[in-house]
């Protein structure tokens, strides 16, 4: 019975880069995302283009209901899954306090509790039928607080820890947990987040979502813990325990504020 690999926010950036990255490695796809248009063409060019069975699921993951209808679904089919990349994500700039407290729930809601929960009942079913591999997005940002994003910084944190957490405890069930900490990559993220990312793309400080895929799943076959793409970002993830915690937050909160778009 083939296997598959189930994406979530494979519609674009970072997720589609690495569903096309396994496809080309002849993984079968189940890619997830609430954009149904641009799944169904990435889903048939994908399929085309590598000759793999790409399914995909329109879920808006930071909806409980549809969370639990989309974990049903994998409960009861037929196609296991042995590779699951929770990748889906998104960022919120600017004051906590400004923020309208629904946008705050939906981060949390798909950056921390969708990605807790595909672990747990995805990471279940690896068990009974064997085992599987689990590669958790966090990002440089997890590494240290971030004023001005302060609830994206804290969600990514959580995810780093989770991850390794979780790595320790299921190695014992067969199942391989690895965490990505991307820095700043050429994504739809930005714009998402009210961020401005021209300096960044100017100074070419961002990766390409490909070559951040790339690095990604060669990392993956070596079952890397914590996978970092790019040296400046390996020294970004350090830089945290060497700097005093004060001049760090400092620093962050300046840099957070300096992207930020003011919303109309
Ligand atoms: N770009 C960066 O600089 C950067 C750096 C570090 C970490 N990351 C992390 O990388 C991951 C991917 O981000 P990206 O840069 O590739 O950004 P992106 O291009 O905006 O992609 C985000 C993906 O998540 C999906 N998504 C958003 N809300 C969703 C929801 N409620 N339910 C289901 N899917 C949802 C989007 O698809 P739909 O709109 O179709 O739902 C899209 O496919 C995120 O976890 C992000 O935090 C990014």
Not at 33 to 42: D, P, T
Not at 102 to 111: G, H, I, K, P, V
Not at 208 to 219: D, R, W
Request: glycine letters at 8%.
């Amino acid at each position: 019975m083939p296997r598959y690999a189930l994406i979530t926010g494979a519609s674009s950036g970072i997720g589609l880069a690495l569903a096309e990255a396994l496809a080309r490695r002849g993984r079968h796809l189940i890619l997830v995302a609430r954009r149904r248009e641009a799944l169904e063409s990435i889903a048939c060019e994908l399929t085309q283009r590598f000759g793999v069975e790409v399914l995909f699921r329109v879920c808006d993951l930071a909806n409980p209901l549809q969370l639990t209808g989309l974990l049903h679904e994998l409960e009861e089919g037929d196609r296991p899954i042995d590779l699951l990349v929770n990748n889906a994500g998104i960022g919120t700039s600017g004051s906590f306090l400004a923020h309208e407290w629904s946008d705050e729930q939906r981060l949390l809601e798909l950056n921390v509790l969708a990605l807790t929960r595909l672990c747990h009942g995805i990471g279940n079913l690896m068990v009974a039928s064997g085992g599987g591999q689990i590669l958790n997005i966090a990002s440089v940002a997890a590494f240290q607080p971030g004023p001005w994003m302060s609830s994206y910084y804290a969600s990514k944190a959580y995810v780093l820890h989770l991850s390794e957490g979780l790595r320790e405890e299921f190695k014992e069930y067969g199942v391989k947990v690895s965490v990505l900490c991307p820095g700043p990559t050429q994504s739809a993220f930005f714009r998402n987040a009210d961020l401005d990312d021209h300096r960044l793309r100017d100074g070419k400080l961002m990766l390409s979502a490909e070559e951040v895929a790339l690095y990604t799943v060669k990392a993956l076959a070596r079952n890397r813990a914590v996978i970092i793409p790019g040296w400046r970002n390996r020294l970004a993830a350090r830089l945290p325990r060497l700097l005093p915690r004060g001049l760090l937050r400092r620093l962050t909160g300046r840099i957070n504020r300096s992207l930020e778009i003011s919303r109309r």
